[in-house]
């Protein structure tokens, strides 16, 4: 099998590279990491599926209470339901938009405070108490003064979602630029460059590594937001379906919706892994 697949991602990169003149060391070393790694994302695969079907005997052999567990093919029948009833869709894009929409504000908004505190030192030292504060708050706390605010709709929701993650990505961008060389913004000082300049030139690629890890952050925290957001209110997406599934004993829809949130989610962080593997290319 093992050599069936060396052969196989031989011939691929031999296709791919033909005019290229790598030495042998390099091909050989590049089919072993490129093995490797299709290795891991079958294992990946296989105990995914093994989970799945143990699942589902379990169940089907009455090991496990399906009532209160689910399985798989419960699962499939639920979706297969709601796709039917028209409201599958729904409720993913209801949840995927106020998701993105909350990610990506948060993440500007976020930078932008950021951006503003590197730049102005006495407004940092005076905001920091405040930030620190706001970041240990409980922001279901809020919850209620949100639907006040913005309306028990996917204004609110989102606004949970910004606040989830605007704090993070403010603490973690603000300390990237901070950790910062002194001696190459000496150095730059030295030669006259503006601040802006110092900004873009080194403190944003320096910044970048760190920037792609709170993307990633962002990603797990948005999904919280959101679904904390539509348990406080909400009339579709995948958390209502969680919070109705719960109160009638729905149990196959609570556990169908949290299978599909980590489908979204997975897909979701697949996403920002493609962008920062480009950015290391």
Same mark, same amino acid.
């Given at each position: 099998?093992?050599?069936?697949?060396?052969n196989?991602?031989?011939?691929f990169?031999?296709?791919?590279?033909?005019?290229?003149?790598?030495?042998?060391?390099?091909?050989?070393?590049?089919?072993?990491?490129?093995?490797?790694?299709?290795?891991?994302?079958?294992?990946?695969?296989f105990?995914?599926?093994?989970?799945f079907?143990?699942?589902?005997?379990?169940?089907?052999?009455?090991v496990?209470?399906?009532?209160?567990?689910?399985?798989?093919?419960?699962?499939?029948?639920?979706?297969?339901?709601?796709?039917?009833?028209?409201?599958?869709?729904l409720?993913?894009?209801?949840?995927?938009?106020?998701?993105?929409?909350?990610?990506?504000?948060?993440?500007?908004?976020?930078?932008?405070?950021?951006?503003?505190l590197?730049?102005?030192?006495?407004?940092?030292?005076?905001?920091?108490?405040?930030?620190v504060?706001?970041?240990?708050?409980?922001?279901?706390?809020?919850?209620? $003064?949100?639907?006040?605010?913005?309306?028990?709709?996917?204004?609110?929701?989102?606004?949970?979602?910004?606040?989830?993650?605007v704090?993070?990505?403010?603490?973690?961008?603000?300390?990237?630029? $901070?950790?910062?060389?002194?001696?190459?913004?000496?150095?730059?000082?030295?030669?006259?460059a503006?601040?802006?300049?110092?900004?873009?030139?080194?403190?944003?690629?320096?910044?970048?590594?760190?920037?792609?890890?709170?993307?990633?952050?962002?990603?797990?925290?948005?999904?919280?937001?959101?679904?904390?957001?539509?348990?406080?209110?909400?009339?579709?997406?995948?958390?209502?379906?969680?919070?109705?599934?719960?109160t009638?004993?729905?149990?196959?829809?609570?556990?169908?919706?949290?299978?599909?949130l980590?489908?979204?989610?997975?897909?979701?962080y697949?996403?920002?892994?493609?962008?920062?593997?480009?950015?290391?290319?």
């Amino acid at each position: 099998m093992k050599n069936k697949i060396q052969n196989l991602f031989t011939k691929f990169f031999k296709k791919k590279n033909k005019n290229l003149n790598y030495s042998k060391e390099h091909k050989i070393y590049v089919k072993k990491i490129t093995v490797e790694k299709w290795t891991i994302r079958l294992i990946q695969v296989f105990i995914l599926i093994s989970i799945f079907v143990l699942w589902e005997l379990l169940t089907m052999y009455n090991v496990l209470d399906a009532f209160f567990i689910s399985s798989p093919s419960r699962m499939i029948n639920t979706v297969v339901s709601l796709y039917e009833s028209g409201e599958l869709f729904l409720h993913i894009g209801t949840t995927l938009y106020e998701t993105i929409v909350g990610f990506l504000l948060a993440t500007f908004i976020g930078y932008l405070i950021a951006v503003i505190l590197w730049w102005n030192e006495k407004l940092r030292k005076i905001f920091d108490p405040y930030i620190v504060v706001l970041n240990s708050l409980p922001k279901i706390a809020l919850g209620p $003064l949100i639907i006040i605010w913005f309306g028990a709709g996917t204004s609110a929701i989102i606004v949970m979602c910004i606040l989830i993650c605007v704090i993070i990505t403010t603490l973690s961008i603000l300390g990237s630029f $901070l950790s910062c060389d002194k001696d190459k913004i000496l150095l730059m000082k030295s030669m006259n460059a503006k601040k802006y300049q110092i900004f873009f030139k080194l403190i944003v690629p320096h910044s970048m590594p760190d920037f792609i890890s709170v993307l990633k952050i962002n990603v797990g925290m948005s999904w919280v937001g959101t679904i904390m957001g539509e348990y406080l209110v909400s009339k579709a997406g995948l958390g209502y379906l969680i919070v109705y599934g719960g109160t009638v004993f729905k149990l196959d829809l609570v556990m169908t919706s949290t299978v599909i949130l980590c489908l979204l989610a997975g897909g979701m962080y697949f996403i920002v892994s493609r962008i920062e593997a480009r950015f290391k290319r």
